[in-house]
């Protein structure tokens, strides 16, 4: 771990003094230290523990950072421009991939991790030093990347049910996520108030906020068949506003951030170059579809919803694939609707994805005119 963690900041730093994301540089790390490459080889079994931890409290923070309220007071717009450019870019890229010849489950879950973009990109953007956006255009790059997080969690519960996830009848896995819905809300809504009783014992609230995040989303994995992933953003999307809350992330940050690193090592390790050469042309196609069919109809969404901020600069921040379609990729592998060499395209996908958004967004905020004002 400390070779990893070493390597990870090593190259986190280099990679942003040439201008790209830290996430690159993890990502390299991980193929570095990957049994795919000669050299050290980490123990991805460890490992995992451990990503799947970070990428647990990971969604867990991004979910009780969601705020519909708020989003709908400041940008209503995004209400209906967000569900369409989901809808829309799922279905597009879906049709292609299915006539490249990859199986209806397949594509319908690659549609959908073509639609996703990364929150954790999509904040390094609206906090790089380098960074040309102003503040409309980050915040409208904020509200779409939560909202996406909504829509594409819920899309992706019915997609993964619908399939029969797990092997489960439909209506067994509906009847689970159900009962994991309310349980989740019913644990989130007290949380709050445990919180408040510990305030002022710094090392009891941490660990109790934690041990909440992981226990509902195992909970959601282990009984009901939800994807950890999943299960621990529908939990801390039930969690309720607050003081309590607030503090609960801002205390998580740290050991967030620290284990988040070793998830995107983990995606690092799992990249075989070896299939790279078969799996090309889908690498291809799936890095030409986020632009085709998703930052093109972001641009033309974020015109007409008038959204504040520069439509282009707001479109290409959006321009990549993310942690989300990491995990609809894993699942689509486990249920055999993908072979390896499309998950090894997909990886690579997200690499080069969140390379080209990450760069090419302050180019075009260098030389993109006046942004629109609100509407």
Known sequence: MAVVLLAAAGAGWLARRIGLPAVVGYLVVGLAVSPFTPGYVVDREQLRVLADIGVVL??????????????RET???????????????????????????????G?????????FSSSVVVVNITRS??????????????????????VGVALAAIL???IGLGERPVSEAIAGLVVYGLIAYAVAHALPRVLAHLQHEHDLFLIVAVASGLGVAALGSLA??????LAAFI???AVTDGAETAEARRRLLPLRDVLAVLFFVLIGTLLDPSLLPTGWPMLLALTALVGVVKIGPSYVLARLGRLPGRPVQVAVGLGQMGEFSF???SAALSLAAIDAATYAATLGAVVITIALSTVAVRRVGESEPEPLTAG
């Open 58 to 71: 990971l969604l867990f923070e991004v979910g009780i950072e969601v705020d519909l309220g708020r989003i």
């Open 75 to 105: 940008h209503r717009s995004l209400l209906w421009v967000v569900p369409v450019q989901m809808l829309g870019t799922m279905g597009l890229a879906a049709l292609v991939l299915l006539w490249l010849g990859v199986s209806q489950e």
């Open 107 to 115: 594509a319908a879950l690659l549609g959908l991790a073509v639609a």
């Open 129 to 150: 030093k380098r960074r040309t956006t102003d503040r409309p255009t980050e915040a409208t790059l904020l509200g779409w990347s939560v909202l996406q997080d909504v």
């Open 160 to 162: 993964l049910t619908l």
């Open 224 to 229: 009901f068949g939800v994807p950890l992933a």
């Open 235 to 237: 939990a801390g999307l």
């Open 327 to 329: 995990v609809l990729a």
